[in-house]
């Protein structure tokens, strides 16, 4: 791969992956940081790599550094709704009731487990099939059924506890 | 078909992965059972809501500066990999040096130990003609 066809990639495959680490991490700087180290990790490695794995093999160095900087940073992460305020104008182009809902996604999304928040990731939000993620995440299609329905439970209850915690967002459609 | 079986199917029938004999079996249960309905409309509601996530744009300069922190990266190993390069080439000939060094010094010394009696008739020949020269 020489730089212009890095870059093209680079170009194509940027803007799902920063949604998807700023959905597990929760802020734009952070995503695009771990984005950026995420790359350069790749371009390191992917002559080891099949060409048609390229992908998955990107989320999965994302996806552990990721964890590993939750980890590190695990006091500073859970910013909790209270919080989110100020956080708000994190994306202009983005209106100010799109960005509550996004922080709400995210939040919900941080508090599940990892498998879980990438199953669902998958499956919403890069439009996958079972039988594609269970590729992608080398499970079998049956794991991915029951991870996708545990995942689905468990972020209604997550979303409903913070609900009653505050009625700061309005999450059109989830009812108490 | 029962509860707990129709609850198993209930999110594989909302994402459209049911094969079709299936698919009708779960749909005859929804009709007649209010708690499985009720099951549904939750996950329908929650699929609602994770879909109105409306996806962020990066930074305009993500992409040059990543490229510029692996050209800078790559550009780095390799002024690193030179140093590297230089270092090993210089110990390389310290050692060829001083090998060569020495295996000439011990040939030359070996040479004369091998060679004692012709020294010694160096040594004697230059001696006497010296000591004739004295005489002289």
Known sequence: MNQYQFETFIKKSSPKLCNYLYRILGNKEDAEDIMQSSYIAFYENYV??????????????????????????????????????????????????????????????????????????????????????????????????????????????????ELQKKDVICLQGVEK | MRCYEAKNLISRYLDNELESKLRIKTEEHLSSCSTCKKELQSLQRISLFLHSYEDISISEDFISKTMLQLYNKSFRSKKQTNFFLKIALNFIFIILFTVSLFSGLSMSLDFFHNNDDISNYFASESLLTFLELENE
């Not at chain 1, 989320?59 to 006091?75: Q, S, T, V």
């Not at chain 1, 500073?76 to 809902?101: A, P, V």
């Not at chain 1, 487990?113 to 079972?130: E, G, H, R, T």
Request: proline share 2%; no cysteine.
């Open chain 1, 48 to 161: 080891k790599i099949e060409e048609n794995k390229y992908i998955s093999y990107l989320y999965k160095i994302a996806h552990n550094k990721a964890l590993n900087f939750k980890k590190k940073h695990k006091r500073n992460i859970f910013i909790g709704i209270d919080n989110m305020e100020r956080l708000y104008t994190e994306d202009t182009f983005l209106s100010e009731e799109s960005q509550k809902k996004n922080k709400a996604i995210s939040l919900a999304f941080q508090k599940l487990p990892p498998k879980m928040s990438l199953a669902l990731d998958l499956q919403f939000y890069q439009n996958m099939s079972y039988k594609e993620i269970s590729v992608f995440m080398n499970i079998s299609e049956k794991a991915v059924d029951s991870l996708l329905l545990r995942a689905k439970k468990k972020i209604k209850k997550i979303i409903l506890r």
